[in-house]
């Protein structure tokens, strides 16, 4: 019994320290800020949500929510590269949150880890939907089925906002 606990415990220390997998929608053909705010929740807001080591009051504490989290993205200046904004409509190159996400943030005076910090990081056609997403204007917009509150783009899951 004895050595069954400790099997168990050291496994679940095993997977605290690996970190949670990421789990990311399948990039749609098209995708809208339904599918980019599900890669957000599920890939950035395990840290970005209040988590220590992070101040209170930087802005992107809110990305696992959906209108909140565009407020904050879209438009507005980067605070490791001020002359960027996190995200520019239409505009994918001078985006620092695509920056940081394909690890070229440093190449425009950015500074930090690539995102997701230590991994997995997202895989090339999920940065690629992103990016497409960017350069298509970056609508708030949902035209998908991927905005449900699980985020996993998934049919058989029911939608939990009732304005997709």
């Known amino acids: 019994m004895l050595k069954r606990f400790v099997v168990l415990t050291s496994s679940m220390a095993a997977l605290?320290?690996?970190?949670?997998?990421?789990?990311?929608?399948?990039?749609?053909?098209?995708?809208?800020?339904?599918?980019?705010?599900?890669?957000?929740?599920?890939n950035c807001s395990p840290c970005h949500t209040g988590s220590p080591g992070y101040p209170a009051a930087d802005p992107m504490m809110v990305l696992g929510d959906a209108d909140q989290a565009y407020d904050v993205l879209v438009g507005?200046?980067?605070?490791?590269?001020?002359?960027?904004?996190?995200?520019?409509?239409?505009?994918?190159?001078?985006?620092?949150?695509?920056?940081?996400?394909?690890?070229?943030?440093?190449e425009v005076g950015g500074s930090g880890a690539r995102m997701p910090e230590n991994g997995p990081y997202l895989s090339d056609e999920t940065i690629a939907a992103i990016r497409?997403?960017?350069?298509?204007?970056a609508s708030e917009v949902v035209t998908g089925d991927d905005d449900d509150s699980v985020a996993d783009d998934d049919d058989s899951v029911a939608d939990d906002d009732d304005t997709g």
């Not at 809208?32 to 890669?39: E, H, L, P």
């Not at 200046?77 to 943030?105: C, F, Q, V």
Request: include cysteine; charged fraction near 20%.
């Open 132 to 137: 497409e997403w960017v350069a298509a204007g």
């Open 16 to 42: 605290a320290l690996a970190g949670c997998p990421s789990e990311t929608p399948d990039p749609p053909a098209s995708a809208d800020w339904g599918f980019v705010s599900a890669v957000l929740a599920n």
């Open 76 to 106: 507005h200046p980067a605070a490791e590269a001020p002359a960027l904004s996190r995200i520019e409509p239409g505009d994918p190159d001078n985006s620092y949150l695509l920056r940081k996400l394909e690890g070229t943030h440093e």
